[in-house]
């Protein structure tokens, strides 16, 4: 299998195999050069799923979609030069947000370097501290223990994507010629005996077996600790941040292991859209006790008008509400911080205590325990007083948050009907309609930055698997449409993509994805001409620069690029799009659903539905 013609496609083949024994499933390769022993060798694989993408920037995104909405690391392929500089963006986001990715750029021999050479830059520290590890592969050579080399690496790149901190590793693969795999003689041919040398040969399998811990049992000292001030507190909370891609999975944290302890002692479970917590079956359970519900979504309406917690487990990455983040910044309040690798996510410096552990294992840990104490005292004669809180015994607590919830939900359905939308539209209707519309299961990817914070207060929590994903990791509004079709490429549910019209524009190239890639999506772009975020920032008021600098109105006809693309493209009305969405859902193939806005005026109308909200919640509170 390793025999190979010359030393660049030996090396290339024994990489891959190595990658593919090592569980690796996909890569996407970006043209040229340099990299042809790798893209040969990926391109022949036939346990590696290929995905061929024309730009290096949207070949990064792509791959970052792809391990985001999987949680296993994608390759990445591109030649020498500024093509490596075109994956860093989606590198620093994989970074941040903890999204597995293994990045291959090929390189001159080092002879070659800072010598004049075409198309040779210093990639040997590119992406700095934003990959967990990056190794220069040695020059191939048919050596025994410069392949063994190659191999162990192999198997360690993969592993440092996700052993600890999930995210981007990087290997620097130098190649001389020749790089295609043809007969060499001399310096750069492989002897035929190479491939029957245990180095050559491989091993039945990987060559290094790599495992990762298991998810280690959670110490019983936070456990007691989190329990005591859970159990005492009058108003305790659960706030589920953007999960990690690795905790979208429930074998890694059991939205029904977090409804169970919320519902022991009383708490409210604040979920982002993100936090795979908002959506799902466990949903059911807000309809059981309406009076007490567990799972809020509307929070970001009304939070500021509640009472503060005075006991607050966080899971996740920060929320995507400021309100709530100030919120909890304000709390007079013991915060327990869960993370998997003990990393400070929590910008306000409010939080007083950190506990490195697997959030789902805390719960589940928790939920066990709340069960059994549940259990023995139901069976027990005795009168013990250690029972588990009931949302009762701390003064409607949690009621005061369904209250609140009936009350932001009750307000923006009055500000959805065709009556109002027509006299005032706005872009947070499409957000509502495109929950509450989505087939169970979706994924529905939401860009920067307006659509995503519109998700997180018009997401009405709904029983559907959706798996909702964003880049809120470094928040970037380029690569947008990349990283929703590469999310898309790992799934058979239905694609929504939401996305600004500028987070469109700066990803066009993203598009051709659609078709080479073979994935299909339901695009809805709010064409809002323009940054409509930047109406939320002081700078509204210095105008000029504000319309020509921030705001940046481009009068973009975006038909012309789905014509371009190939893709159907209709324009609607905001209510015209509940039924041209529910039409696209059922349709093959992928529609382009433009919703045209005056960004001012949304924004006027979330200000006085925010003011409604908060009137009524605080009047409700008095
Ligand atoms: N450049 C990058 C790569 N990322 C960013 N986050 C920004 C600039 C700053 N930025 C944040 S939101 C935004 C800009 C320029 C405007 C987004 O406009 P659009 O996609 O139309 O969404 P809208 O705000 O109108 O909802």
Same mark, same amino acid.
């Given at each position: 299998?390793?025999?190979?013609?010359?030393?660049?496609?030996?090396?290339?083949?024994?990489?891959?195999?190595? !990658?593919?024994?090592?569980? !690796?499933?996909?890569?996407?390769?970006?043209?040229?050069?340099?990299?042809?022993?790798?893209?040969?060798?990926?391109?022949?694989?036939?346990?590696?799923?290929?995905?061929?993408?024309?730009?290096?920037?949207?070949?990064?995104?792509?791959?970052?979609?792809?391990?985001?909405?999987?949680?296993?690391?994608?390759?990445?392929?591109?030649?020498?030069?500024?093509?490596?500089?075109?994956?860093?963006?989606?590198?620093?986001?994989?970074?941040?947000?903890?999204? @597995?990715?293994?990045?291959?750029?090929?390189?001159?021999?080092?002879?070659?370097?800072?010598?004049?050479?075409?198309?040779?830059?210093?990639?040997?520290?590119?992406?700095?501290?934003?990959?967990?590890?990056?190794?220069?592969?040695?020059?191939?050579?048919?050596?025994?223990?410069?392949?063994?080399?190659?191999?162990?690496?192999?198997?360690?790149?993969?592993?440092?994507?996700?052993?600890?901190?999930?995210?981007?590793?990087?290997?620097?693969?130098?190649?001389?010629?020749?790089?295609?795999?043809?007969?060499? +003689?001399? %310096?750069?041919?492989?002897?035929?005996?190479?491939?029957?040398?245990?180095?050559?040969?491989?091993?039945?399998?990987?060559?290094?077996?790599?495992?990762?811990?298991?998810?280690?049992?959670?110490?019983?000292?936070?456990?007691?600790?989190?329990?005591?001030?859970?159990?005492?507190?009058?108003?305790?909370?659960?706030?589920?941040? @953007?999960?990690?891609?690795?905790?979208?999975?429930?074998?890694?944290?059991?939205?029904?292991?977090?409804?169970?302890?919320?519902?022991?002692?009383?708490?409210?479970?604040?979920?982002?859209?993100?936090?795979?917590?908002?959506?799902?079956?466990?949903?059911?359970?807000?309809?059981?006790?309406?009076?007490?519900?567990?799972?809020?979504?509307?929070?970001?309406?009304?939070?500021?008008?509640?009472?503060?917690?005075?006991?607050?487990?966080?899971?996740?990455?920060? @929320?995507?509400?400021?309100?709530?983040?100030?919120?909890?910044?304000?709390?007079?309040?013991?915060?327990? %911080?869960?993370?998997?690798?003990?990393?400070?996510?929590?910008?306000?410096?409010?939080?007083?205590?950190?506990?490195?552990?697997?959030?789902?294992?805390?719960?589940?840990?928790?939920?066990?325990?709340?069960?059994?104490?549940?259990?023995?005292?139901?069976?027990?004669?005795?009168?013990?007083?250690?029972?588990?809180?009931?949302?009762?015994?701390?003064?409607?607590?949690?009621?005061?948050?369904?209250?609140?919830?009936? *009350?932001?939900?009750?307000?923006?359905?009055?500000?959805?009907?065709?009556?109002?939308?027509?006299?005032?539209?706005?872009?947070?209707?499409?957000?509502?309609?495109?929950?509450?519309?989505?087939? +169970?299961?979706?994924?529905?990817?939401?860009?920067?930055?307006?659509?995503?914070? +519109?998700?997180?207060?018009?997401?009405?929590?709904?029983?559907?698997?959706?798996?909702?994903?964003?880049?809120?990791?470094?928040?970037?509004?380029?690569?947008?449409?990349?990283?929703?079709?590469?999310?898309?490429?790992?799934?058979?549910?239905?694609?929504?993509?939401? *996305?600004?019209?500028?987070?469109?524009?700066?990803?066009?190239?993203?598009?051709?994805?659609?078709?080479?890639?073979?994935?299909?999506?339901?695009?809805?772009?709010?064409?809002?001409?323009?940054?409509?975020?930047?109406?939320?920032?002081?700078?509204?008021?210095?105008?000029?620069?504000?319309?020509?600098?921030?705001?940046?109105?481009?009068?973009?006809?975006?038909?012309?690029?789905?014509?371009?693309?190939?893709?159907?493209?209709?324009?609607?009305?905001?209510?015209?799009?509940?039924?041209?969405?529910?039409?696209?859902?059922?349709?093959?193939?992928?529609?382009?659903?433009?919703?045209?806005?005056?960004?001012?005026?949304?924004?006027?109308?979330?200000?006085? %539905?925010?003011?409604?909200?908060?009137?009524?919640?605080?009047?409700?509170?008095?």
């Amino acid at each position: 299998m390793t025999s190979a013609p010359n030393r660049a496609t030996l090396w290339g083949r024994i990489l891959v195999d190595e !990658l593919a024994a090592g569980g !690796l499933e996909a890569v996407c390769l970006a043209p040229g050069s340099r990299s042809t022993p790798l893209t040969i060798a990926f391109a022949e694989h036939p346990e590696i799923e290929v995905f061929s993408h024309l730009d290096e920037r949207s070949a990064a995104f792509f791959a970052l979609g792809r391990a985001r909405r999987t949680g296993e690391p994608t390759a990445l392929v591109c030649t020498s030069g500024t093509a490596a500089a075109n994956f860093h963006p989606a590198v620093i986001e994989a970074d941040q947000a903890r999204v @597995p990715m293994l990045v291959l750029t090929a390189d001159r021999p080092p002879e070659l370097r800072d010598s004049g050479a075409n198309q040779t830059v210093d990639q040997l520290d590119l992406y700095g501290d934003a990959v967990r590890w990056h190794a220069e592969l040695p020059v191939p050579e048919a050596s025994e223990r410069t392949v063994r080399s190659l191999r162990t690496s192999a198997a360690r790149a993969l592993l440092e994507t996700t052993v600890s901190e999930p995210g981007p590793v990087h290997l620097n693969c130098p190649f001389r010629k020749p790089l295609e795999p043809i007969e060499t +003689d001399g %310096l750069e041919s492989v002897p035929d005996e190479f491939s029957e040398t245990p180095a050559g040969r491989g091993r039945d399998g990987a060559f290094v077996e790599t495992r990762k811990p298991e998810r280690e049992a959670v110490d019983t000292a936070d456990i007691d600790s989190i329990r005591s001030v859970l159990e005492s507190a009058a108003r305790p909370l659960i706030v589920a941040g @953007p999960a990690d891609p690795a905790t979208l999975s429930p074998s890694q944290l059991d939205p029904a292991d977090v409804v169970a302890v919320a519902d022991a002692i009383g708490a409210p479970v604040l979920a982002d859209p993100l936090s795979n917590l908002r959506f799902g079956p466990h949903v059911a359970a807000n309809r059981s006790t309406s009076d007490a519900q567990t799972i809020y979504g509307g929070y970001d309406g009304y939070i500021d008008e509640l009472p503060t917690p005075d006991a607050v487990v966080r899971c996740g990455a920060s @929320p995507t509400s400021k309100r709530l983040r100030h919120a909890l910044r304000d709390a007079d309040a013991r915060q327990f %911080l869960l993370d998997p690798v003990g990393a400070w996510r929590e910008a306000t410096y409010t939080a007083t205590d950190l506990v490195a552990a697997e959030p789902g294992a805390v719960f589940e840990t928790l939920a066990d325990e709340f069960a059994d104490t549940n259990t023995s005292t139901s069976t027990s004669t005795s009168t013990s007083t250690s029972t588990t809180s009931t949302t009762a015994s701390k003064g409607g607590w949690r009621t005061r948050f369904a209250e609140a919830e009936h *009350t932001h939900w009750t307000h923006c359905a009055d500000a959805r009907t065709e009556e109002a939308l027509e006299s005032t539209p706005f872009e947070g209707a499409i957000l509502a309609s495109v929950f509450e519309g989505a087939p +169970d299961p979706a994924t529905i990817f939401v860009s920067n930055s307006m659509p995503i914070r +519109d998700g997180d207060r018009f997401g009405r929590p709904r029983e559907a698997d959706l798996t909702v994903l964003a880049n809120r990791g470094a928040s970037g509004i380029d690569g947008i449409t990349s990283s929703a079709l590469g999310a898309g490429s790992a799934t058979d549910e239905p694609l929504v993509l939401v *996305t600004g019209d500028l987070a469109f524009y700066h990803d066009s190239n993203g598009l051709l994805a659609l078709e080479r890639c073979g994935v299909d999506a339901t695009i809805v772009l709010l064409d809002n001409d323009g940054g409509g975020i930047f109406h939320k920032l002081p700078v509204e008021e210095f105008d000029p620069p504000f319309t020509s600098q921030f705001k940046t109105p481009h009068g973009l006809e975006f038909d012309a690029l789905a014509e371009l693309y190939e893709l159907e493209f209709e324009r609607v009305t905001p209510t015209e799009f509940e039924d041209t969405y529910r039409q696209s859902l059922a349709s093959d193939g992928t529609q382009v659903l433009s919703v045209e806005f005056d960004s001012e005026t949304s924004h006027r109308r979330r200000e006085e %539905l925010d003011e409604a909200v908060r009137d009524a919640v605080g009047a409700d509170d008095d």
